[in-house]
């Protein structure tokens, strides 16, 4: 079963004030160059879409409401939901903040059809969180997306086996999770336009085309999926901690960037070592006006999650290119992650600025983020306090991914 | 678009299902709430934060509750 809450942050934020209620309203961030994050129903009507730029958005719909978004609220109400699921089926797989699949295989008994489950979750959802949302029903998570997309708002698509073939024999192959315009468009050049025609297409021919994959979309054009639901706080471990943030105006300004790459190294090392990871690895990503990105990244002599030693390995990175015009986007991340606190320090100076993160860490998560942070923050730039950020995909209700935006 | 106040202010709240404002004063005048239009928590370090959206029919407000320090704030209106 797949739960996709509509409209996310518009409904809630229309929960909250009745009087943006049947209104186009769109949230937006607090930057100054934010963009339209979710659009509500009534916006989306007259043609908003996420991704569009405040003027864009206004262009397409001057009586758009532009509401600032309070991450809080989602994250409170995503974690709520989540718990509702919970109580379905002990299988919730938390896919991003405002999507979850449940593996309700076992769990139909006290409710006697998947269908009336369904409902009870939507009732209790509604009740308790005061949202809607679409419901898919399908053997598989592949299927289950594709139903809840199928009807918003407030949908409930039940795909069986029986139906499937005929569903997907004409369905469009971009209406699939996980085929984007760049797929289907190449995909559209071997003269595969629906699902019925990938699934008969020669496994051999997109093998050899798309690689690993190839076989993958063939069994997706059948309506085959093979991936689990895995339940939260059985994710595979992370990766990589990042960090990233679009600045608000272009600059080539040495001093602020290096400001910037300060407070992501401070955010990134801080998440890291509030759940005891050290990185091998740090990259630092730039991307330009014209939203040309790119990373680069360094080894680290030794496995670290000390802000500074993080800042420095970045910072050298920025000194060793020569940036070619203003930078738009600065992100720090730290990957090749091993647990646990490591070798001991060998010198007492290390050890010394270990026990004073340990004490920042401390101070900060009893009293706030931010409580006690390196004075160069505390000049003018480097992010404002009231700059809200946006919500990762990655967002996690546990463990590292879960990240607190304001 | 909603005003940032971060004030203390004095509130009349019961518990029934948890916490539920009544009324509040700020800045010398009596607000009845006519409806909690919606609840979140968040946490400021260790203190845990309740928020409240509340209305007295023609204003929205955003009335906070600090668990740690027991003390309420109107965190914003419209």
Redesign the interface.
Known sequence: MHVDMNAFFASVEQRCDPALRGKPIAVVGSAKRTVVTTASYEARKLGVKTGMNKFEAKKACPSLILVIGDNRKYIDASVRILEILKSFSPKVEAYSIDEAFLDITGCLKPFGSPEALARAVKERIREGVGLTCSIGIAPNKLLAKLASDMQKPDGLVIIDEAGKAKLLEDLPVGELWGIGPRLTEHLGRLGVKTCGQLGRFPASVLRERFGIIGERLRLMGQGVYSSEVVPIGQEEEAKSVGHSTTLPADTSEKAEIKRYLLKLSEMVGARAREHCLKGGKVCLTIRYPDFYTFSRQRTLPVHTNDTRAIYASALAILESMRLRTAVRLLGVSISALAKGSGQMALFEEDRRREKLLEAMDEVNRSFGEYTVTWGTLLDEGGGSEDDTGVISPAWRPVGVKRVNVK | ??ESIKEEIKVVAVFDRGLKPVKFRWRGRLYIIT?V??T????????GIL?Y?V?DGAT?FELAYNQSTMRWSIEAS?
Do not use: D, I, Y
Not at chain 2, 40 to 47: N, T
């Open positions: 678009m909603a409806e239009t919606h979140w928590s968040s946490r400021h370090g260790a203190s928020h959206a209305t929205l419209e």
